[in-house]
């Protein structure tokens, strides 16, 4: 069984930083791209970056220069450093990823439960 497990969420004051890490963890052939969402109270899931299996980085252009997408592929973990820190980056952030199983002929979308990112003075 493949799962998806965030951390290194928490609170922390405007222009703060804070290092979100997601590991996956199963019976896993290979994995594809591996990105992160977020989703603000009352608002729908929003990408927010995404990085394929050969390096190459995609962001949402509200965090273009501030959070940096990254992958281990040894340790099968993706990392979102966010830097300068904003209120409006409040939200519930969620690791997803495209993974084949040992058991798949196909990749699948997993999504991790998610980790909250609180940033407030």
């Known amino acids: 069984q493949v799962q998806l497990v965030e951390s290194g969420g928490g609170g922390v004051q405007p222009g703060g930083s804070l290092r979100l890490s997601c590991a996956a963890s199963?019976?896993?052939?290979?994995?594809?791209?591996m990105g992160w969402y977020r989703q603000a109270p009352g608002k729908a899931r929003e990408f927010v970056a995404t990085i394929t299996s050969g390096g190459s980085t995609n962001y949402v252009d509200s965090v273009k220069g501030r959070f940096t997408i990254s992958r281990d592929y040894a340790e099968k973990t993706v990392y979102l450093q966010m830097d300068t820190l904003k209120p409006e980056d409040t939200a519930v952030y969620y690791c997803n990823a495209v993974i084949q199983s040992r058991s798949d002929w196909y990749g699948r979308d997993y999504w991790g439960k998610g980790t909250l990112v609180t940033v407030s003075s």
């Open positions: 199963g019976t896993i052939r290979s994995i594809g791209n």
